[in-house]
């Protein structure tokens, strides 16, 4: 959606080095609106392996009801396992979907620990929370191994 300004006849000259900010500012709020419709969702974080590696470790948190989404690419064929602790003790879990939210063949309410074999090739997505609405936060650790 373009915005376009209109300027009356009668309007004060504004510099155009303020003129540029105005406009500037206002094109973003009306993107921060756009994504706040949209849910305000963020990418996924990629998980990518060192040359020669085939596992990740990821240390992070969450709080309240927040979510932490990870994507990896893997072969139809491969092992994927998948190894959550946190602090407190199990105050996260995950979830693990396939492609277009795809769970045919793949367990999706894992809560701490996945191991099997991949389906298909594609991307597979790993959503990491807390195992309760309760206010608070958990600290965790995703190792992620592919062979």
């Known amino acids: ?3 376009v300004a209109q300027v009356s006849p009668h309007a004060k ?3 155009l080095t303020k003129q540029a900010a105005i406009a500037a500012a206002t094109l973003a ?3 921060s609106g756009a994504v ?3 849910g305000g969702k963020a990418e996924p974080l990629r998980i990518s392996f060192k040359r020669g590696a085939y596992s990740a ?3 992070e948190s969450v709080r309240g009801d927040e979510e932490a989404e990870y994507v990896l690419a893997a072969r139809e064929g491969q092992r994927l396992i998948i190894k959550l602790t946190s602090v407190p003790d199990k105050s996260s879990l995950f979830k693990l979907l396939g492609e277009d939210n795809d769970t045919t063949d793949l367990l ?3 809560d701490f620990g996945y191991s099997g074999v991949l389906p298909k ?5 790993i959503t990491v929370k807390r195992s309760t609405k309760a206010k608070g936060t958990s600290r965790y650790r995703l190792t ?3 062979h």
């Open 1 to 3: 959606m373009a915005a």
């Open 13 to 15: 000259s504004i510099p």
């Open 29 to 31: 709020l009306m993107a």
């Open 36 to 38: 706040l419709a949209q």
């Open 57 to 59: 470790t990821i240390s």
């Open 108 to 110: 999706h309410d894992l």
């Open 121 to 125: 090739t594609g991307d597979y997505f």
């Open 144 to 146: 992620v191994v592919v």
